[in-house]
């Protein structure tokens, strides 16, 4: 085995855990902020400012760190990661000292998601970047499932509870993080050729403007994906961790399939014709969801029967789709011009994509509150038709590259 296919191994054992660990933290943060805390659908707005100022700021760092290569970078934020969720798991700190160390999870978290990405695409080989992303996706869909029926399973025997003094899931996610700091340890020694200090410094160019364009509407509807299509079934159909893991878990298991197939369909039909088709089933999903919760919202649904499997159905559709996301990060390495060019450029996208978060996700709180959920869906419906066009300026520049 040489020494690139034993850095692909580690590298996949790092995203299966990775994947268990968000599961058992990021994945259940919106209940524990509803359990722990008892939130409004406002606040949860608000909370998302710490939660997405790191994916702002993230840039910088990384820039600033760069002289660390990828790797090392990538284990700081395995620690970072670990370290506040030890000291949530440990205490119920008072809110606002909550959101200190939940923005030092996020912090991990988003330093993580560019590093990770550049290294996938590092190990990647030449002409399987949609392929190789597709399996590294994959992979770690599989271990998010598992951490949904860890989820199930805790809740449902009163293992795991967010009103107990000691929050154990989070304990547990906290050494998962641990052991990847470890394997990022091993990966740095096995691939010299990856762990390279590289000169990151912010790049912005004319070629890349599309996936800047692309990058900020995703970021200012994901937040609506990420945020308030769950908020429909805690808030307004009243369901607990237990619930939602189990809707991870139905998600996370047509993903396993589902998501190597996208990796595939990148490398045959092109990147552009992808995020059209994503941008497709997002309007659908976001009409469906601003129906449904208009109707729960006024009266005309009841929380039960029909209307409860159409939520579940829409939930469980959502979180497939977000598996899409690959399809940017394979999208910006074929625009490339230059090697270097990819993780800065993946770090401004997500610096882009997480100013218009927090604007979307406060904006959005606002617009539940004041005037109901269902606006909250109709904008992130107009986002869509918008992510739509850009996609289909990308396959006609596509087209006319290679023609040329």
């Given amino acids: 085995m040489n020494k690139n296919q034993k850095a692909v191994r580690i590298f996949f054992v790092i995203t299966a855990l990775t994947g268990l660990g968000l599961g058992l933290s990021d994945g259940v943060f919106a209940n524990y902020f509803k359990d722990a805390y008892q939130i409004d659908a406002f606040q949860r707005g608000i909370i998302e400012i710490p939660r997405e100022t790191p994916g702002v700021i993230s840039l910088f760092i990384i820039s600033g760190l760069a002289f660390l290569g990828d790797v090392k970078l990538s284990a700081i934020a395995q620690i970072l990661s670990a370290v506040s969720l030890v000291v949530l798991g440990l205490y119920t700190p008072a809110f606002g000292v909550m959101l200190v160390f939940l923005f030092i999870n996020s912090l991990g978290m988003h330093m993580f998601m560019p590093l990770g990405d550049s290294i996938g695409l590092s190990l990647a080989g030449k002409g399987s970047f949609g392929t190789m992303m597709g399996r590294f996706n994959g992979v770690r869909t599989a271990f998010t499932m598992t951490a949904g029926i860890l989820v199930f399973v805790g809740f449902k025997t009163g293992f795991f509870s967010f009103t107990a003094p000691v929050k154990i899931i989070f304990l547990i996610a906290a050494f998962l993080f641990a052991v990847v700091f470890v394997l990022m340890i091993a990966i740095h020694r096995t691939d010299s050729e990856i762990s390279k200090p590289k000169k990151v410094k912010i790049v912005i160019r004319k070629e890349y403007s599309t996936y800047y364009l692309i990058s900020m509407l995703y970021g200012a509807r994901k937040q609506i994906m990420f945020v308030y299509g769950p908020w429909v079934l805690i808030d307004l159909l009243g369901f607990g961790a237990d619930t939602m893991a189990l809707l991870a878990i139905s998600g996370a298991a047509v993903g396993i399939f589902f998501i190597p197939a996208v990796g595939r369909w990148i490398d045959r039909f092109g990147t552009a014709r992808i995020m059209t088709i994503e941008a497709a089933c997002f309007f659908v999903i976001y009409i469906a969801y601003g129906v449904l919760s208009a109707g729960l919202h006024n009266g005309a649904f009841v929380a039960a029967g029909l209307t409860v499997v159409i939520a579940f159905i829409l939930n469980m559709i959502d979180r497939m789709t977000m598996q899409f996301t690959l399809v940017r990060s ?64 990308c396959a006609k520049k596509e087209k006319v590259e290679k023609a040329v």
Wanted: with cysteine; hydrophobic share 55%.
């Fill in 330 to 393: 394979v999208y910006m390495r074929r625009i490339a011009l230059f090697d270097e060019d990819v993780t800065p450029t993946l770090s401004l996208g997500l610096t882009l994509d997480h100013t218009l978060s927090i604007l979307s996700a406060v904006f959005c709180g606002w617009l539940w509150s004041e005037f109901g959920p269902q606006y909250v869906f109709v904008f992130a419906a107009m986002l869509s038709v918008a992510n739509m066009a850009v996609a289909r300026y």
